[in-house]
């Protein structure tokens, strides 16, 4: 298949470019480079031995995306583009709205000129907001509690409703839980611009000393040790689900949510620890005051992924924390 992602050299969107090539896919990346950096096209050359066809420009200009969806006569979509940071996008939830919900109108608009009707979504546990009830599984109610999370949920229901006014759409939404670690070769791995607002690249500037210490915020949930619990994935595994949700929908048509976590949860000090041991790395934290918005926990039933992509996840938090680190001190140090 001719394979368009957006936000195609993000974090998430580079390792899928990588299992979806090995798999004899034709990609083309497609971002504003307005939170990844160009160099990651040879990054992906060297991983790859090919080169690697890249458009630059914004999903918001509807115009640009579908002159490249005809002249790559793209079969499907992944739409990675988007902004995911919490705190801007309640410092500006205009610029999150206008961007991630514009953004998906202009995607849908523009595929829909070319008859393209298969796309994958990449939304967030964050559509649940509070967890009711643990695991989460994917009837669980979405209640947002932030414009990012919002912007999320619309675009969900953008789709949904496309897929009741257009049955022939074929439309996964995947739910990511907590994306971390890297590519085994240590060429490509998440980079986030200013001080990383996720806890497993922020451990690994500390590590390289580039930050001071972590900030444990809160140890008196009631978790395992006190700190929050989080569901964290190996970037590769959710590349593979990308992978096997595009071939679910080859022949499925309709709208589906999806959940892709490992159902399994990992406090912050269990976390750190993990990378500590494998790393051979000390990581000074202190313990500060909870955060506003935090849930103690939050981890996914898997089982509806594991049933009908066909997938599930294999590499473990020793794993997540070692390539972490491969890729943290290769590039940074
Ligand atoms: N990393 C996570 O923790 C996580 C969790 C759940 C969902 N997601 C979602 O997955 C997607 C990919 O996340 P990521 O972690 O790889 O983030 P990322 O920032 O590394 O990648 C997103 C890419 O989209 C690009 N982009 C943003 N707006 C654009 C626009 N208007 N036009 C073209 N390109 C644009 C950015 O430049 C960036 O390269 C995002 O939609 C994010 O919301 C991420």
């Known amino acids: 298949m001719n394979i368009l992602l957006t936000g195609g050299t993000g974090y998430i ?3 899928t470019a990588v299992v ?3 798999e004899g896919h034709k990609v083309v990346l497609f971002d504003n480079l307005a939170n990844s950096d160009i160099s990651v096209l040879d990054r992906l050359e060297k991983i790859l031995n090919k080169k690697i066809s890249f458009i630059e420009g914004d999903v918001l200009d509807s115009e640009l995306l579908s002159k490249t969806l005809k002249e790559h006569k793209i079969d499907a979509v992944i739409h990675f583009a988007g902004l995911k940071a919490v705190g801007e996008s309640v410092e500006n939830p205009l610029h999150y709205y206008e961007n991630n919900v514009g953004g998906s109108i202009s995607l849908i608009k523009a595929m829909q000129k070319n008859g393209i009707k298969k796309i994958v979504f990449s939304s967030s546990c964050t559509v649940y907001g509070e967890p009711q009830y643990l695991p989460l599984d994917e009837s669980h109610p979405t209640n947002p509690i932030n414009p990012y999370g919002f912007t999320k949920l619309f675009a969900e229901n953008i789709l949904h409703d496309l897929s009741i006014s257009d049955p022939t759409w074929s439309i996964a939404v995947l739910r990511y839980f907590n994306p971390v670690g890297a590519h085994e070769s240590g060429l490509i791995g998440e980079s986030p ?3 990383p607002n996720n806890l ?4 690994a500037k500390v590590a390289t000393g580039e930050l001071k210490s972590l900030k444990v915020f809160g140890n008196d949930y009631k978790t395992r ?3 929050c619990e989080r569901d964290y994935i190996h970037v590769m595994d959710l590349a593979e689900g990308h992978l096997a949700g595009l071939n679910f929908l080859e022949d499925h048509k309709g709208w589906y949510a999806i959940n892709l976590g490992t159902g399994q949860s990992t406090t912050v000090l269990e976390l750190l620890q993990a990378f500590e041991k494998i790393n051979h ?5 202190e313990i500060v005051g909870r955060r506003k918005g935090d849930a103690p926990a939050c981890y ?3 089982s509806y992924a594991n ?10 938090i020793e794993l997540m924390c070692e390539s972490s680190w491969k890729w943290e001190s290769s590039h940074s140090i």
């Open 193 to 195: 611009k200013g001080i």
């Open 307 to 316: 049933k009908i992509l066909d997938w599930k996840t294999k590499r473990s």
């Open 200 to 203: 497993m690249p922020f451990i």
């Open 13 to 15: 969107a580079s390792h």
């Open 281 to 285: 790395v000390k990581i000074p934290y």
């Open 20 to 22: 979806l090539i090995k």
């Open 300 to 302: 996914a039933k898997p």
């Open 225 to 227: 040790d006190g700190t």
